[in-house]
C-alpha cells in the first residue's frame, strides 16, 4: 500500500486535503483517514493531479514518431513524461504510405517492449487521407483520398496498435472509410478538412466524434453567390457529439479564443493537445521535417515561408500554463482537460483521482513545475 499526503488532491473541479491510498496499481480510496501504508509521500503544498493524457504529439526531446527506430518512440513518449504525460498517443504525420507503415510499426515494437515508462495508448495516423487546401504543415504531395485496399492491408496487420485516425470527410465521399475504421473501434478524427456542414453530418453520422486541431487547418463559413455554408468549427460547435482538442500553447490559439471555444463546447468535450514537433525541448531552431522546412521563434515552430505554423514545441505542464496564467482557469478546471475529458473520449480507465481508477499521478508546484510522476501506481520521477 502507498499513501500519498496533500491538501492540494484534485478531485473534479475542487481540492481535497487528505491522503490518497495507491493498491495494486489502482487508486483504492481517496481519504481523510491516516491509514498505516507500506510507503508515505507527503506532498503537502503541491498539487496532485490524476496523469495527463496528451493523444496528439509528433514527438520530443529530439526524438520523432515518425520513425523506423522503436528508442526513438520510447525516448519521445519519456521525454513527455517528465512533464506529466503518463498517458501518450505517439502521432505519425503524413507521409509515403510505407514510412507511415514503419512508424506505425515502431509505435507497436515500443509498446510491446514495455520499455517506456508511460502508456502507449496507441498510433494516432494523422493523413494521408487529407485536404491539400487545408495540409498545413503535412506532406502536400503525400495527401491522397482514402484507399480501401491500402487502408484495410494496413489495418489488418496494425488495428492492435492503430487507436485513432485523422482524415478529411468531404474526400471519403462514400464514407467507407469512417464506417471501416468506426466499426473496428478506431477514434475517428476530422482534420486537415475543408468540409463543409453536410460532409461533418454524414461523418458523424459514421462515426466520426472528434475534431484535430480546433481552428489550425480546419474550415469555417464560406459563401457560394451570398448563401452561407458552414465548415468543420461551425460544425464543431453545433454537434454536441463532438469533442474537439486544441493546441493551447497560447500561440496557435490567443487566450481569448481558447475561453470562447471552452464557454461554447464546455470542460467536457474540449481536450488539449500539445501537437508537439520531436523538436520540443531541443535547441533546434530551423530545419526541414517530412520535406517542410522550418524555423522556431516566438515559442512556436512556423513554416519557413511565414505563411503558417507547422506545429508546436510545448509539452503538457506548459498547456496548463496557458490556461491557468493567460486564460484565468482554476487549476482543477484546465486539469480537467487533459485528463478526464480525453480518458472519457477514450474510454479509459484513467483521467480521476477515484477509487478502481488507474494509479497514474503528477505531481506539481504552483507554477505548474511538475516534480513528481507515478504510472500504474509505481513512482517513475
Known sequence: ????????????????????????????????????????????????????????????????????????????????????????????????????????????????????????????????????????????????????????????????????????????????????LSSKGVILSAGHSDAKYEDMKKAVENGCNLITHLYSCTSTITRNKGFRSLGVIESAYLMDELFVEIIADGKHLPPELIKMIVKIKGADKVCLVTDSLEIAGSNVLSGVMSGVEFEVSDGVCKLKDGTGFAGSIATADMLLKTLIFECGYSVPFAVKMITKTPASLLKLNKGELKAGFDADIVVFDDKINVSNVFVGGEKVI
Not at 20 to 36: F, P
Not at 103 to 127: F, M, P, R, W, Y
Open 1 to 180: 500500500m502507498i499513501k500519498i499526503k496533500s491538501d492540494k488532491i484534485i478531485i473534479n473541479d475542487t481540492l481535497f486535503d487528505g491522503y490518497l491510498y495507491i493498491d495494486n496499481r489502482l487508486i483504492s480510496s481517496v481519504s481523510t483517514e491516516n491509514l498505516d501504508a507500506d510507503e508515505l509521500y507527503d506532498y503537502t503544498g503541491k498539487f496532485v493531479s490524476s496523469g495527463f493524457i496528451d493523444m496528439h504529439t509528433h514527438g520530443g526531446g529530439g526524438n520523432a514518431f515518425i520513425t523506423d527506430n522503436k528508442d526513438s518512440v520510447i525516448k519521445g513518449c519519456d521525454f513527455h513524461l517528465a512533464h506529466g504525460t503518463t498517458s501518450i498517443m505517439p502521432t505519425v504525420s503524413t507521409d509515403d504510405i510505407s514510412v507511415m507503415v514503419k512508424a506505425v510499426d515502431s509505435i507497436k515494437q515500443a509498446k510491446l517492449s514495455g520499455e517506456t515508462k508511460a502508456n502507449i495508448l496507441g498510433a494516432h495516423l494523422e493523413g494521408p487521407y487529407l485536404s491539400k487546401k487545408q495540409s498545413g504543415a503535412q506532406a502536400g504531395g503525400h495527401i491522397k483520398s482514402p484507399d480501401a485496399t491500402e487502408y484495410q492491408a494496413i489495418f489488418e496487420k496494425y488495428g492492435d496498435i492503430i487507436a485513432r485516425w485523422t482524415y478529411a470527410p468531404e474526400v471519403d465521399k462514400d464514407q467507407k472509410f469512417a464506417k471501416y
